[in-house]
């Protein structure tokens, strides 16, 4: 149920009858039609059931709704102990799950690390698990884990727990080991020119600040959105692990390593449907925003996005989760990600544009920046352009800076921000565009002249109450790059022209 398991009862009663087979609990059509899975995959396994027999399979709590394939093995060893034809005794303290074929192969499903975490919390002594998903199964530490892949081999384990091989992995090890060799194919060495939005991704990265690229076709606003995962700090473990979660459920963990070892780079398609951009559905499951959780979500050509899906944007970008209410239940799918967005200045892409001349008229224009409602606009930290390049910035042989150098750069602003940011429960620490109130006043600190800056911009550029607050978080962010303690002028200054450097920030009186 959303990202959290719970357990249920696979009872079965062996009755009189004509060989019928019914399930009860609120199946849905993939429960139901696992009778037959069940029935063919036991017989591979050359059991011969009793003649003249029914069984009743109850799924407990009954008005909870059961979905998909994973209980197909829970039932089939229910029926089997049932008649008599495996031993009751280490049935109870085993948690079994996984996807029947008619021979008797065991097939993965998705969700079993959430399912893992909770068998290790109830305290079972082990869980029997497909073999496609015993990577998985074994981030869960202090958890025996028994992959298996006929149930033949399932049977016997329930018979005697020595039967089966057992699967230990240290999970931190595998990590520790793993994510040190994540290196990004894409190096912002590659593109030419483009300083201001360089140093504008690279602050982005540090704070985990919300990103604008405005500007006409051609000039890199992809290339430079693209090449960000390059300078981000690599995942902790308990990110890791709670990105895996997610991925899990959603079905797209990589079954060789079980675990999610890159912070995620997310670009769906304008055509995304509100469902698949937030999440939910018949059976809720994450959506983009959800999936991007701490890494990227990049929406490219953001003013083709429908308002009403983009407005939906609105409680992640601000309390970095998704509420997903329908009228039998309520899910929260964690969503703290780095919002980039990219889009032109105008319908024809050339407004501002020193060589090409705007054909938009003022109404068509105005009609184009209203996709984006200003409360959309207001939760983005940063509104950079990316101007055309110029012929000497194309021909020039001069070797860019590399991402390794940002990425340096990113990691000691990181560092500075662990070491200080201690959220107030203790879990942690946070980036800088997540500071509290209290914090806010703790770590951003200004002098007489960084406070005339600032009130001088909130004045002029209309500054609401949050931006405000994200106008003192990006400060604290350029201060920390700089390896400063303290908010300087300078840092102000530049928090504020990242702010106003967009045809948005005030030519259509958005912001």
Avoid at 258 to 271: K, N, Q, T, W, Y
Wanted: aromatic residues 6%; proline residues 6%; charged residues 25%.
């Amino acid at each position: 149920m959303g990202v959290e398991a719970y357990p249920i009862d696979v009872e079965v009663d062996c009755l009189g009858g004509i060989g019928q087979m019914h399930i009860v609990g609120l199946p849905d059509a993939a429960v139901k039609e696992s009778q037959e899975r069940v029935r063919s995959a036991i017989r591979s396994c050359s059991f011969i059931l009793p003649p003249a027999k029914k069984w009743v399979v109850n799924l407990a709590p009954a008005d909870t709704r059961k979905e998909g394939p994973a209980f197909d093995l829970p039932i089939a060893a229910g029926i089997l102990a049932s008649t008599g034809l495996i031993s009751r005794e280490h049935l109870l303290s085993h948690w079994l799950v996984g996807e029947l074929g008619l021979d008797g192969t065991v097939r993965p499903v998705y969700g079993v690390l959430p399912i893992a975490i909770k068998c290790r919390e109830l305290g079972a002594s082990g869980i029997i698990v497909p073999e496609d998903n015993a990577a998985e199964a074994c981030l869960v530490e202090g958890l025996k884990v028994y992959p298996v892949s006929h149930l033949k081999q399932a049977t016997l384990i329930l018979d005697n727990p020595r039967n089966g091989n057992e699967k230990f992995s240290d999970p931190r090890k595998v990590f520790s080991e793993s994510v040190t060799c994540q290196a990004s194919l894409l190096d912002f060495r590659d593109v030419k020119g483009q300083r201001h939005p360089k140093r504008a991704l690279q602050i982005a990265a540090a704070g985990r600040h919300n990103i604008l690229l405005v500007g006409p076709p051609g000039s890199g606003k992809s290339m430079l959105a693209e090449r960000l995962p390059g300078i981000m700090p690599p995942l902790e473990f308990q990110e890791a692990l709670e990105l895996t979660k997610l991925y899990s459920v959603a079905g797209l963990v990589d079954r060789s390593a079980g675990l999610v070892l890159e912070r995620p780079f997310r670009a769906p398609h304008h055509s995304a449907s509100a469902i698949g951009l937030i999440g939910g559905g018949r059976v809720p499951r994450p959506g983009e925003i959800s999936l991007s959780h701490y890494g990227i979500l990049f929406l490219d050509e953001l003013t083709e996005f429908p308002r009403s899906h983009l407005d939906h944007l609105r409680q992640p970008l601000e309390s970095s989760r998704v509420t997903i209410s329908r009228a039998t239940q309520t899910l929260t799918f964690p969503a703290s990600f780095l919002f980039v967005g990219a889009c032109n200045p105008c319908p024809c892409g050339y407004s501002g544009d020193h060589r090409l001349s705007c054909i938009c008229s003022h109404g068509q224009a105005r009609r184009y920046w209203s996709k984006i409602s200003g409360p959309i606009l207001d939760r983005i930290d940063i509104h950079i352009t990316v101007p055309r390049l110029e012929e000497e910035e194309l021909f020039d042989a001069t070797e860019a800076e590399s991402s390794e150098a940002l990425r340096f750069r990113v990691m000691r602003a990181w560092e500075i921000q662990k070491a200080r940011n201690i959220r107030n429960d203790g879990t942690g620490y946070c980036p800088n565009t997540q500071l509290s109130r209290q914090q806010i006043r703790r770590f951003c600190v200004l002098d007489s002249q960084s406070r005339e800056i600032l009130a001088r911009a909130a004045n002029q550029l209309c500054l609401s109450a949050r931006a405000y607050d994200r106008v003192l978080r990006l400060a604290r962010t350029i201060a920390d790059l700089d390896g400063s303690e303290a908010i300087r002028s300078d840092h102000m200054a530049e928090s504020v022209r990242l702010r106003s450097m967009t045809p948005v920030s005030g030519q259509y009186g958005y912001i």
